[in-house]
């Protein structure tokens, strides 16, 4: 069998029997692999702490075109997020990110963005840049990158620029203005359309000047029903935030 290897951030690592795990790895170049860590569901094993969530490694492994799954053959880890990741104030936001990506990128899609952006979300929160801001920009920028995010200084229907306020069309394809608007229940205020278009031009490093400005969890709500309703399909995850009790 042919021998590969990538540098990835692990989304999931699942008991597959009493020997092996089923690991899904976000790749930096390639979209998402999954594999067998032979002997990995075993106490003693060769990957230690290598199949945390949202570790970044290199991962070498052995493919099969015919096969579905890869069979992982060693590693290294290149940066641990453990501590920051499994903060019991954090995991459920990076289990949410990591499902979301899971159900959503399709293997093998030839596309760096989605691996640099949870770096650089795993990053911010590692320097304590609040943990909500980061969830609604990796939102931003995951339907920005996927082709899904509407322009938020446009109306969809009239094409009248410069919103003051944004009603989100009920299938979440475009905002219409206040003339146009129907029956439509989620709204973005200014704030919140000017934070869409900032997004655009900053790190999530720089997140601080928008802190207090509005509050995330409105729109946070907003997005994860878009990602629902693209990808048709319940996310699990979010039912644990704060943001959705
Ligand atoms: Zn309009």
Sequence with gaps: MPQASASALVLS???????DKLVCLLTSNHGLLKAVAPGAAKIKNRFGSLLELFTNGDFFYYWHEEKE?????KGEIKESFFTVVSAAQNIFYFYLIAEIVLKFIPPNQNDDRIYKLL???LHARKNNLAMDWLLLYFLVWFLRSEGLLFNPGRCANC??????RGWVRSDYRGLLCSNCKTNERLTLNREE???IKWTQHHHPRDITPWIGRFLPAPMIRMLIGKVEYHGEFSLQSNRYLPEFR
């Design 13 to 19: 690592a699942m008991p597959l029997n009493e020997q």
């Design 119 to 121: 770096l650089a979300i």
């Design 193 to 195: 359309l000017e934070y």
């Design 159 to 164: 094409s009248i620029t410069d919103l003051n």
């Design 69 to 73: 799954l890869a069979t992982l053959s």
